[in-house]
C-alpha cells in the first residue's frame, strides 16, 4: 500500500474519531432562569394566574441564571444575607421587601435603609419573587397546610368548615402552651380565662378584621390570629368575655402565624424544580419578653 494510501485511510479514521466523539459528548445544560422557576410556579400553583397581583419579580431579571432558591415567610435583610452566604440567589418571599403590601418604592427612594437593601440584592446578584395571593389560592392554601402541619391538627379538622378544628376538652392555658412549644414562639399573647374550656377552635393566619372575628368567634370557643387591631377585635373580646360569654382570642404575630406554610411551600417547589437546591430560611420573630431578654 503506497504511503499516499496509508495517510489517507488514517485522514479518514481520525475524521470519524472527532465525528463520533463530538455525537457523544454530552450538551451542557442550559442554566435555569428566574423566569422560568416562575413559569413552573404559574404551571403547578393550580388556580389561573390573576392579572392583578402582588405577587411579581419584585428584584432582578427573569433572564438571571439561578443557583439556588430560598423560600422564606419575609424576605428582611437578614434573611437576604444568610441566603446570599449559602449561594441561594432567587428569595421567594410571603410577604413584601420593601415594607409595603405593594412593594411601592416611590415613597423611599431617599430613604437610606431602602436604599442599602436595594443595593445589596443587586451587588450579590440576587433576586426576589414575591408569592403571596396565590399561594392562599391554592388549593389547599398553602399557608393554611403549612400550619397545621406544623401544629399537627390534621386529625382536628372539621370535615365541613376547613378553618374550624375540634379538640377534646383542654384548658385554654395548655392549649396555648402547646401552640407556643410547637411554633417556638416568645411573645404569644392570649385574652380568656386559662381554665376556659377549649373544644372548638377558629384559625385564621395572617391579619384578621374585626368583622371576621367576630364571625369567627360566634361558630367557636378560641380565635386564632396572627394579628388584629387592638382597638377592634381585642376590645370585642374583652367585651363579649365581660358579659359573660365563655371566649378567648389567641395571637401568635402576623410571622410566626404564617412562616411553616413557607415551609411548606419549600416542599412544594422541590417538586418541580430538581436543578438547583431549595432551602427554607425562617424569618426571625421579631419581638422578645422583657423577663427572657435575647439576642
Same mark, same amino acid.
Given at each position: ?56 419579580? +419584585? ?7 439561578? !443557583?439556588? #432558591? %430560598? &423560600?422564606?415567610?419575609?424576605?428582611? /435583610? ?112 392570649? +385574652? ?7 373544644? !372548638?377552635? #377558629? %384559625? &385564621?393566619?395572617?391579619?384578621?378584621? /374585626? ?85
Amino acid at each position: 500500500m503506497t504511503p499516499y494510501h496509508t495517510s489517507r485511510r488514517s485522514f479518514l479514521m481520525a475524521t470519524l474519531g472527532l465525528s463520533a466523539t463530538s455525537l457523544i459528548r454530552p450538551v451542557k445544560p442550559q442554566s435555569l432562569t428566574v423566569g422560568q422557576v416562575i413559569d413552573r410556579i404559574k404551571t403547578n400553583v393550580g388556580i389561573p394566574w390573576r392579572e392583578q397581583t402582588v405577587d411579581n419579580l +419584585i428584584a432582578g431579571t427573569n433572564e438571571m441564571p439561578v !443557583r439556588g #432558591i %430560598a &423560600s422564606t415567610m419575609m424576605a428582611t /435583610l437578614d434573611v437576604l444575607q444568610r441566603a446570599s452566604a449559602k449561594g441561594l440567589n432567587l428569595v421567594i418571599t410571603h410577604e413584601p421587601t420593601y415594607y409595603s403590601h405593594q412593594d411601592r418604592t416611590e415613597p423611599l427612594q431617599q430613604d437610606a435603609l431602602y436604599q442599602l437593601k436595594r443595593d445589596f440584592i443587586q451587588q450579590h446578584g440576587m433576586a426576589v419573587f414575591h408569592f403571596h395571593d396565590h399561594w392562599h389560592g391554592h388549593k389547599p392554601d398553602g399557608i393554611a397546610t403549612g400550619m397545621i402541619r406544623e401544629l399537627g391538627w390534621q386529625k382536628n379538622i372539621d370535615p365541613g368548615t376547613p378553618r374550624l378544628f375540634t379538640f377534646q376538652s383542654t384548658p385554654l392555658a395548655r392549649f396555648a402552651q402547646d401552640m407556643a412549644a410547637k411554633l417556638t414562639i416568645r411573645t404569644m399573647r392570649v +385574652i380568656g380565662d386559662p381554665q376556659l374550656t377549649v373544644r !372548638r377552635v #377558629i %384559625a &385564621s393566619w395572617g391579619n384578621v378584621s /374585626l368583622m371576621q372575628g367576630v364571625g369567627y368567634l360566634a361558630q367557636s370557643d378560641v380565635v386564632v390570629v396572627g394579628e388584629t387591631h387592638e382597638w377592634e377585635l381585642m376590645e370585642y373580646v374583652q367585651d363579649a368575655i365581660a358579659s359573660g360569654q365563655k371566649k378567648a382570642l389567641v395571637i401568635l404575630g402576623h410571622l410566626v402565624s404564617e412562616q411553616a406554610g413557607m415551609k411548606y411551600c419549600t416542599e412544594w417547589l422541590k417538586g418541580f424544580i430538581p436543578e438547583v437546591p431549595v432551602d427554607f430560611l425562617a424569618s426571625a420573630e421579631p419581638y422578645w419578653r422583657v423577663d427572657q431578654p435575647t439576642k
